[in-house]
């Protein structure tokens, strides 16, 4: 029986991380600074940009955009200049695309 709480407890505690974006008008509204590289060579994220959110699972670059704040898990601006972001990405055309390519940047969206 304690076997059986602990694991429940373990899973109840894991978290998955969802990609619900809201995108902000003004940077100091924003988690993050966000910049769209032209070439998928330059960036840290490649994102896929999803129709609805359930489909944007984990922390793999499945994006969904959301119309409201309170529904996103992260808010973004996207800035003008590659210097002024925190996260540089690159939008891909296929889902199998999307993912981490500099992993040390994960932790910006967890």
Request: hydrophobic share 45%; aromatic share 18%; no cysteine.
């Amino acid at each position: 029986m304690k076997n059986l709480l602990l694991i429940l407890s373990f899973i109840g505690s894991s978290q998955v991380v969802a990609q619900k974006i809201f995108s902000v008008q003004y940077q100091n509204q924003a988690d993050l600074k966000v910049f769209v590289v032209d070439y998928s060579n330059q960036a840290d994220l490649h994102v896929y940009r999803v129709d609805y959110s359930n489909q944007a699972q984990d922390n793999k670059g499945l994006w969904f955009f959301s119309d409201y704040s309170n529904q996103a898990d992260a808010k973004v601006f996207f800035v003008d200049y590659v210097n002024q972001a925190d996260l540089k990405i690159f939008f891909v055309d296929y889902q199998n695309q999307a993912g981490w390519v500099n992993k040390t940047k994960i932790y910006m969206l967890e």
